[in-house]
């Protein structure tokens, strides 16, 4: 026992003694520590028409909200807008198919003509002789 013990009658730092002892210091404190905290908490909590008033603002709504009939009129007003939108697109594409026609109807036209054309620019350039020519 006198070699377990150090100076000033506390057990030697490698005893299992000063271990145990240390184990319960830090026990200890960390239950005085919970408890400080728990008692900062119980001190600190609302408590009769506060806690009811904190809990009611909880369920407020925050930001901004609009009601049930408010929404339904956005979403039918956006149906129209996407309805017109669509009928305005369905007119464009079909003024598109028209031009597209037409200027397909020109090309085929200038196309056509090609050929009376180079042969009267042969024919001018003498390149080409016709039969009645000769």
Same mark, same amino acid.
């Given at each position: 026992m006198v070699a377990e013990m150090s100076q000033g *009658?506390? $057990?030697a730092p490698t005893s299992y003694a000063a271990v145990g002892w240390l184990m319960m210091g830090l026990a200890s404190l960390i239950v005085i520590a919970r408890n400080a905290v728990g008692f /900062? %908490?119980?001190i600190t909590r609302p408590n009769g028409a506060d806690a009811i008033t904190q809990a009611a603002t909880q369920f407020q709504p925050r930001g901004d909200y609009i009601? %049930?009939? &408010? /929404?339904? *009129?956005?979403?039918?007003g956006l149906e129209r807008e996407i309805h017109l939108l669509r009928g305005e697109i369905a007119e464009l594409e079909r003024r598109q198919a028209e031009s597209s026609e &037409? +200027?397909? +109807?020109?090309?085929?036209? %200038?196309i056509d003509?090609? $050929?009376?054309r180079i042969?009267?620019?042969l024919s001018n350039l003498h390149v080409l002789r016709r039969p009645h020519d000769a």
């Open positions: *009658g506390l $057990p /900062w %908490r119980d009601t %049930r009939r &408010e /929404w339904d *009129g956005k979403v039918v &037409e +200027r397909i +109807r020109s090309v085929h036209a %200038r003509a090609l $050929p009376d042969i009267a620019q």
